[in-house]
C-alpha cells in the first residue's frame, strides 16, 4: 500500500464548511478510484488541513494528487486553499477497527451539538 499526504492552508472560510464539502463531495469520489484503500482529512489548527489518501499501488496514490488538486480548483475556490506540501511513501504499518471509521463521521454532529450551545450562550 502506498499513501499520499497533502498539506493545505486556508485562506478564507470555515474549516467546518470545508470539511463538509470534502465529507459529502470529495471523499465519496475519490474512494470511487482503483486501488482505494483509504482517505482521511484532518484539521491540524491554525487554518491548516492535511489529507491522506491510501491506495494498492503507487501509481495510484500519486494520481489522487492529481485528482485533488483538480477538485480544490474546481470546487473549493471559497476557501483559498493552497497546496503547501505533498509527501508520501509505501505504507509499512497500519491499524484501523471499525470504530474508527465510525469516529470519524462523529466531528459532524459533535461540532454541530458546540456551535448550537455557543449560538444560545450569546
Do not use: C
Not at 76 to 105: I, K, P, Q, Y
Amino acid at each position: 500500500m502506498y499513501a499520499s499526504v497533502r498539506h493545505y492552508k486556508m485562506g478564507a472560510g470555515s474549516i467546518d464548511s470545508l470539511m463538509h464539502r470534502v465529507d459529502e463531495e470529495f471523499a465519496p469520489a475519490i474512494s470511487q478510484e482503483p486501488g482505494f484503500v483509504a482517505y482521511v482529512a484532518l484539521d491540524t489548527g491554525d487554518a491548516t488541513v492535511e489529507t491522506v489518501s491510501i491506495f494498492h499501488d503507487e501509481a495510484a496514490a500519486d494520481a489522487s494528487n492529481d485528482l485533488a488538486a483538480d477538485y480544490v480548483r474546481e470546487n473549493l475556490g471559497e476557501f483559498g486553499l493552497t497546496l503547501t506540501g505533498v509527501s508520501g511513501g509505501e505504507v509499512f504499518v497500519s491499524r484501523v477497527t471499525a470504530e474508527a471509521l465510525d469516529d470519524a463521521h462523529r466531528w459532524r454532529s459533535d461540532r454541530a451539538r458546540r456551535r448550537a450551545l455557543s449560538a444560545t450562550a450569546a
